[in-house]
Nanobody, 117 residues
Framework: QVQLVESGGGLVQPGGSLRLSCAVS????????MAWYRQAPGKQRELIAD???????NYADSVKGRFTISRDNDKNTVYLQMNNLKPTDTAVYYC???????????WGQGTQVTVSS
């Protein structure tokens, strides 16, 4: 059974930072592509960070230069470091795993990030 559990969300002031974590069980993140998405109220879920086939990170223009995706294979955990947060970053953040062998997509339950003064 593959499970993804996000944590690290919360309320932060504009300009602040948060680090989200996505702990994965049942599947190895070292071989299965991981990504971070977010969904703001009334909007579609959007891809904000993942990795290209060569391993280089890929970011949405809206977060480029502020967000960093990383992973710890030993802990089977993916992270999203978010700096210089803006009110427009307010959303529920989700991690996603695509299992190479089956093509199945797995999602975490999401973690709320609210940027407000």
């Amino acid at each position: 059974q593959v499970q993804l559990v996000e944590s690290g969300g919360g309320l932060v002031q504009p300009g602040g930072s948060l680090r989200l974590s996505c702990a994965v069980s049942g599947s190895a993140i070292s071989i299965n592509p991981m990504a971070w998405y977010r969904q703001a109220p009334g909007k579609q879920r959007e891809l904000i960070a993942d990795r290209n086939k060569d391993g280089s990170p890929n970011y949405a223009d809206s977060v480029k230069g502020r967000f960093t995706i990383s992973r710890d294979n030993d802990k089977n955990t993916v992270y999203l470091q978010m700096n210089n947060l803006k009110p427009t970053d307010t959303a529920v953040y989700y991690c996603r795993l695509r299992q190479i062998i089956t093509g199945t997509i797995y999602w975490g339950q999401g973690t709320q990030v609210t940027v407000s003064s």
